[in-house]
């Protein structure tokens, strides 16, 4: 990856920006920085978080606090959370919540109720995109941006690949789907891309905070030695237990 300019994307996985975060704290330290990053849902929160200025580091000692009070708002709408406490935690975490201020571009993909197809947030508001990433349908009401309902960025684009041009040299951290009607999805494969797959990680969610907190140190120390190990056929695999 030092040999010439690189894109990160990022896939969704539900509560996987535990595991997202420590990959790239492992990039960052060996001065792997990407020239643009791109992602869904969970990747969309952690590549969106560095861009805008916020260090791996940083943002994993933020998520070793996490408790679900801090996310957790019911009202009444199109799903259980109405997300107004996730953004506050945004924007409350987040250097910049411009997009044009970024460090480096930001692709996000977000799903567009009304048209049911991908649509890439690219500027504007960097809370308002992540949070509509990351509205998981039934447990997140739709964010509306620009007057444009949107859910999880990952019903359609599951690996957050939509935002990068076919001839970008990518690195992507791929989370493996646990879900049963996913599990015929192969790993994502494109010209020009290495696929980081770390086996076996914890499952974390809203109620296992903690098997998040164990999944962020893991893939931080797979990631170390993923780095070190050979690409086969585009894909580098390392379980999170060496």
């Known amino acids: 990856m030092h040999e010439r300019p690189f894109a990160l994307a990022m896939s969704s996985g539900f509560f996987s920006f535990f595991a997202h975060t420590g990959m790239l704290a492992s990039l960052v330290r060996r001065g792997l920085i990407p020239r643009a990053v791109a992602g869904s849902s969970a990747g969309a929160l952690v590549g969106g978080a560095w861009a805008a200025g916020l260090e791996p580091d940083a943002l994993a000692s933020r998520l070793e606090r996490l408790e679900r009070r801090e996310f957790w708002d019911p009202a009444p709408g199109a799903g259980l959370l109405a997300g107004k406490r996730f953004d506050q935690i945004l924007r409350d975490m987040l250097p910049t919540t411009d997009v044009a201020r970024c ?3 930001v692709k996000i993909s977000v799903f567009d109720i009304a048209r049911r197809t991908t649509a890439v947030l690219a500027d504007g508001d960097l809370a308002h995109a992540i949070r509509a990433s990351c509205a998981v349908p039934a447990l997140f009401h ?13 019903i ?32 994502p494969r494109r010209p020009g891309m290495v696929t980081l797959v770390i086996d076996d990680l914890p499952r974390s969610g809203p109620f296992r905070l903690d098997a998040g907190r164990r999944a962020l140190v893991l893939a931080r120390d797979a990631m170390a030695r993923a780095l070190d190990t050979p690409i086969i056929d585009g894909i580098v695999r390392v379980r999170a237990i060496a």
């Open 142 to 154: 739709p964010v509306r941006i620009a007057g444009r309902a949107y859910w999880d960025g990952g």
């Open 103 to 105: 460090r480096v571009p």
């Open 156 to 187: 359609l684009d599951r690996p957050g690949l939509a935002g990068l041009a076919g001839d970008d040299r990518i690195l992507f951290h791929h989370i493996a789907s646990r879900s049963p009607w996913r599990r015929t999805l192969d790993t």
